[in-house]
């Protein structure tokens, strides 16, 4: 049996008649985030007052995963549009989400996050090594390799990339865009970037394809 749950929230709204000076409140219920296999993860993306830790299950080091006061972009754009009601499309959220990472120190979504601050740290600013599908597609956009398939998160792209290949800077010259496009998995990733030294590129062209498209989306 498959049980699910999701955060239900009121909202209260407080106005003042002008005629007679009087406040008035209305309570209105708002759905929060999607539907979950547990009560507590209907709430973490919601109590950042504290921010979060990391327990490293082969040292025991403690590693903060996320900063106090800090949410993301996501929840904050579903916080404006259900509860203070402005809309935010998907054009806003890229500017912002692009203005953030040019005022950020070094750039990046969530530069204390451990995996990221591993990636960051040790692979970037450490070994110079580059991503070989951002190197091949630095237009693509929702390239996940893993979702939560028990709340259907494939079905909407929502997920995480957690596949990489990084090589050394003197590699890239081998390294050429496979005939099958941009696509999802490891075994995809293997596929697209073949290395070779053979000329041309051939496979779906990242300057003319949509990255938000079906085509360049399904694996």
Known sequence: ??????????????TTNEK???????ERKVYLGKHETRQDYCLWRYEFAEGSKYICPRTG?????????TLTLGVLRELVQKVAGIPWDDAMLR?????????QDGGGACPVNPPRAWIDTYLVQKRNMVDVVRHLYPQAQGRYTCWNQNTNRRYENEGAR??????????????QPGEGGLRCGIAAAVAETTASNTEGSGGNNPNTMDPLSEQAALC
Not at 20 to 26: A, L, V, Y
């Open 95 to 103: 500017h912002i989400a692009s203005t953030l990472v040019l005022l």
């Open 162 to 175: 957690i596949d990489y290949i990084w090589v050394d800077p003197e590699l890239l010259p081998l390294v």
């Open 1 to 14: 049996k498959f049980q699910k749950y999701r955060l239900l929230i009121t909202v209260v709204t407080t």
């Open 20 to 26: 007679d000076g009087k406040q008035q409140q209305r």
């Open 61 to 69: 080091d403690s590693k903060v995963s996320s900063r106090a006061n």
